[in-house]
């Protein structure tokens, strides 16, 4: 365990260092630059990354060719954190212990700086793909995979369904949204993050879905996590505001299901999760470890 | 040039149609969807996807294949316009002589309608690469030429430098800042609308700069223009408010140089353009009208 644990922080380390490469090649603006770059360093868990790079090896990838993909991911994420925290969005005020970054940087740059980031994402992908031409066809498959799971079939579906879904009463719970909201929000980017790592790999079809699976499985468990947490956590021990969830009565698991329900379905999801990597033994233990230190976290 | 005025007439059907489906083909949340088509259909000029089409037609190209990047960069202006119109930006409540987005659907929306747009943007390239895998490395170069353009070192830049030159007093004027605003905020997307096209089209490294250049210079005239009109056209025939730049002492051309002056540094820029199309010949003819369109328009 000591070494998988090593290689994930290795990891984490290659993530943040090529991130703050990326932003070095490029000529941006010095205000815009500094906007972008407070929330891609904020410190984030760089959870899609590491799952995108762990998924990659976990087929005999290579990391550097899985590097850049895996730092879009969270390009895309940290996007989409700095929009929904907007006032006219979630109207949040601390994010990963800081303030958020319209809070910082004012609205109109928190704006564009979310802009920059997810198309900046695209381009550190492109170019990645045209550094490794004899495996194109399977960069423009991963990306396909990433831009889809981002859009609005997914990730900014999520946020569009939570929004609409705010001061629904008790009555009024459809347990079907709740459950698709979260898929739409966390689960189809973390398995799009594994799924591209796989593809990059040169994973065989059966793999690719493995490993989806696992991915909406975690993202989902993820999710409910985070919610639960909203709850029992903390502003010091999270980072962020907390009670907010419950205060604009959104469709989160705790709200829908009860508290211990839903730290039930949780558990259930990661066991599942797991399952759905038997077909590569003892070679997933690194995944099934993040699995499990996705639910145990206080954070 | 009857003919030819049919063809552009038939290009902006054909991206009309187009775009139309691209939405249709996607599962996308009923309001989400409404915001997003609202400014979609919203009767632009569709410029920079038919410079796409005829700079693909003029190196040889077909129309099946550039549709849908045209189609793409349609959707990044779209975006864009949707971004730049919001209170904390340009607050601007009338576009195309309709209400703006957040005027419309609340700041929420336009916001992710905008990020939808971004996205879904990248996803239509990229499903149109996959369909078209013999000529991958083109599509990929092409993706790679339009994001950047579109991106933090492109009109994303070109935005940041117009907000921060808000308020600036004649005798502070830069007239390098002001060319680089607009070369950023239009040039580029223009100059990477036409390159994508002709790339698509497979054409030849000369081509491609010959484009380039005529895309940067056209599209720095047509932003001239822009700002002249804001200066001497009405709301009403504008379709948006006028007098705008003005008011916020935005970096523009006449506001820097004078209106006389602006007009015929657009009038030689349009020249140059032209110029840089001569290695084609007559072939270039559909260009060179739209070039002219360009700067005697009224709206």
Chains 1, 2 share one sequence.
């Not at 998988?4 to 990891?11: A, H, I, Q, S, Y």
């Not at 839903?262 to 999801?269: E, T």
Request: hydrophobic share 45%; aromatic share 6%; glycine share 8%.
């Amino acid at each position: 365990m000591g070494s998988d644990r090593l290689f994930v922080t290795d990891c984490i380390n290659e993530v943040n260092n090529r991130l703050e490469k990326l932003f070095d090649e490029r000529e941006i603006e010095p205000k815009l630059y500094e906007a972008m770059w407070y929330s891609v360093s904020a410190g984030g868990k760089r959870v899609r990354p590491v799952l995108s790079i762990l998924a990659n090896r976990l087929v005999g990838g290579e990391m550097e060719e899985a590097l850049d993909m895996a730092c879009a991911i969270e390009l895309i994420h940290t996007y989409s954190l700095i929009h929904d925290d907007l006032p006219a969005l979630d109207n949040d005020r601390l994010r990963r212990g800081k303030l958020t970054n319209h809070i910082v940087f004012g609205e109109a740059f928190a704006i564009l700086a979310g802009d920059g980031l997810l198309n900046m994402a695209f381009e550190v992908m492109l170019d990645n793909a045209l550094r490794h031409r004899e495996n194109l066809e399977n960069h423009v498959l991963a990306m396909d995979y990433v831009a889809k799971a981002a859009g609005v079939s997914g990730m900014i579906s999520g946020q569009t369904a939570d929004i609409l879904n705010e001061d629904v009463d008790e009555e009024n719970i459809d347990i079907n949204i709740v459950d698709k909201i979260h898929i739409n929000k966390t689960g189809k980017l973390f398995a799009a993050a594994l799924c591209a790592g796989a593809i990059i790999g040169k994973s065989t079809r059966e793999e690719v879905l493995a490993v989806e699976t696992f991915g909406r499985k975690i993202g989902l468990a993820f999710q409910i996590t985070d919610d639960i947490l909203d709850v029992t956590g903390t502003e010091t021990s999270l980072g962020k505001s907390v009670g907010k969830d419950v205060e604009a009565k959104k469709m989160t698991f705790p709200h829908v299901y009860g508290l211990d329900n839903s730290i039930k379905i949780a558990d259930d999801l990661i066991k599942e999760a797991k399952d759905a990597l038997q077909i590569f033994g003892s070679k997933a233990k690194d995944l099934i470890m993040l699995a499990d230190y996705l639910i145990k976290r206080t954070n």
